[in-house]
């Protein structure tokens, strides 16, 4: 038997949608779709739903699923299954008005707007001009990406969201449109997404929205003179004065540290440790000396890349990735301590030609940690999934394993750990305001958890999520970085 909570709303008998608990036998690969017919038979229940194909074709059965859009005839039903409609208007149970979104579709007229040479231009289209509509077009409108997106949800409702950048950018990247699709994208919200992944990780089709439409369109609106937002400027301007996307301001990293140990495993700093965080680059070194393993901390590392891809200002970004694929190409791994850097090394270097084994410091440290060693740390943590380490690099486990390695750490997860902080795709510097609203939201669950503090794999995430805890007057609960943990479990 499960238990499985389903979201019953009837508008003439209730104000508000509220969780109603069902108990079924779960039969093997039970379906969403299942449990809810099962619970109609069951209770005799009534439970409104939609459905069509039941093959997760047509996308009608969109629900959330823990808070995460999803395809009812495709996810397998859990025990403790909270089960609710998409982020539209109500209308009876798991059914929705989604009025709201279609009615933007027809005012950005999202249909193909084709003058009368279109015919001429059909003809003369080859395979190779229709590769990139070819990756956004095979969307089935469950909509489960709008229902997810954090921007959408909490920070702005002047956001299309996935959903749409999607839509604009399917007719942009088609050659036979001729509509102004990058004004529509701008208006709509281009540089209010944060990069954080969220929309892939729940599309059954596997559209990478923000990768192959909102990257792309930011891309042609810093070619054409319409983007990037003013504080991104600064990222292109810093990263050709000194390799770097900020400011120095102290003596770096690198100029403090740099050694040459014999050791195959190098250290990549990112802008954030050599130049605004360079006490976690020495509590790497010394953690892993602590475990007996050297680092190098090689001399000429230059920035990812990231901030540059991430708000479209890709010409300087080739040279940033030659730099380091020469400075590194000795070495048999490279370790990073910033999330967006280690996803960017991993994911959009090798399509500027680099691949280098590059491992994040707890799937590097994971398995080596000598756990003979660590002393009681008498904390109370959570763990915040920055987004480029758990959807961008995969790495959900590994953390959670090294804390709980550390004697005495009491570790308590919080209700969303993988939910966007806010800091990230350039948000952080470019609006501001969206950044803070979704790292108090952040702060709100971490909070809730009753922990001194959350633990992170990411400068960017500490700092963000830092903000939003002294936003909420919630001072005294600190972002650390693991870094920062681990230090504390070897003084
Ligand atoms: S019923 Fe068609 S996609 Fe689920």
Do not use: W
Not at 146 to 175: H, Q, W
Not at 289 to 317: F, W
Not at 405 to 421: D, H, S, T
């Amino acid at each position: 038997m499960i238990k499985v909570y389903v979201s019953r709303f009837n508008s003439e008998t209730d104000k508000e949608p509220h969780l109603e608990c069902y108990e079924i036998e779960k039969t093997k690969h039970m379906k969403v779709l299942d449990a809810l017919q099962a619970i109609n038979e069951k209770y005799d229940a009534d439970i409104s739903f939609r459905s069509s194909c039941r093959a997760g074709q047509c996308g009608s059965c969109g629900i959330l699923f823990k808070g995460n859009g999803a395809l009812a005839c495709q996810k397998e039903i859990k025990d403790g299954a909270i089960i609710e409609p998409l982020r539209f208007p109500v209308i009876k149970d798991l059914i929705v008005d989604k009025s709201s979104i279609e009615a933007k579709v027809q005012d950005l007229q999202l249909s193909l707007q084709c003058d009368h040479k279109c015919s001429e231009i059909d003809s003369s289209i080859k395979k190779d001009d229709t590769a990139d509509t070819k990756k956004v077009r095979s969307c089935i409108e469950c909509y489960s990406c709008y229902s997810t997106c954090p921007v959408v949800n909490i920070a702005t409702e002047e956001f299309g969201g996935p959903y749409l950048m999607r839509y604009i950018n399917k007719f942009d990247t088609d050659p036979r449109d001729n509509f102004d699709r990058l004004k529509e994208a701008l208006d709509g919200g281009l540089y209010n997404c944060t990069s954080c992944g969220k929309c892939l990780s729940v599309c059954p089709k596997n559209i990478n929205t923000f990768g192959d439409a909102i990257e792309k369109m930011r891309a042609l609106a810093v070619a054409n003179g319409s983007g990037p937002l003013p504080e991104h400027v600064a990222f292109k301007e810093n990263v050709l004065n000194n390799g770097r996307s900020v400011k120095k301001s102290k003596t770096s990293f690198i100029e403090e540290a740099t050694n040459n140990t014999g050791s195959k495993v190098a250290f990549f700093t990112g802008c954030m440790v050599d130049y605004r965080f360079p006490e976690l680059g020495h509590k790497l070194v010394r953690i892993l000396k602590e475990n007996g393993i050297d680092i190098d901390v090689p001399e000429g590392q230059v920035c990812c890349g990231s901030p540059l891809l991430r708000t479209g200002q890709t010409d300087a970004v080739q040279k940033l990735v030659d730099t380091n694929k020469e400075v590194f190409k000795d070495y048999d791994t490279v370790v990073t301590v910033c999330s967006g850097c280690g996803s960017t090394l991993k994911n959009n270097h090798p399509d500027y030609g680099s691949k280098l084994n590059v491992m994040d410091i707890s799937e590097f440290l994971v398995d080596k940690l000598d756990e003979s060693k660590l002393k009681e740390v008498n904390m109370t943590v959570t763990y915040h999934d920055p987004c480029h380490l758990g959807r961008g690099q995969g790495i959900k486990d590994a953390p959670r394993d090294i804390i709980e390695k550390i004697p005495g750490v009491e570790f308590k997860e919080m209700l969303y750990p993988c939910q966007c902080c806010g800091a990230g795709g350039g948000i952080k510097s470019g609006k501001p305001e969206i950044a803070m609203e979704l790292s108090k939201s952040k702060a709100e669950m971490i909070v809730d958890t009753g922990s001194d503090s959350v633990v992170s794999i990411c400068p960017f995430c500490k700092r963000n999520i830092q903000d939003g805890l002294n936003a909420i007057g919630r001072e005294d609960i600190k972002c650390i970085h693991i870094l920062e943990l681990l230090d504390k479990a070897y003084e």
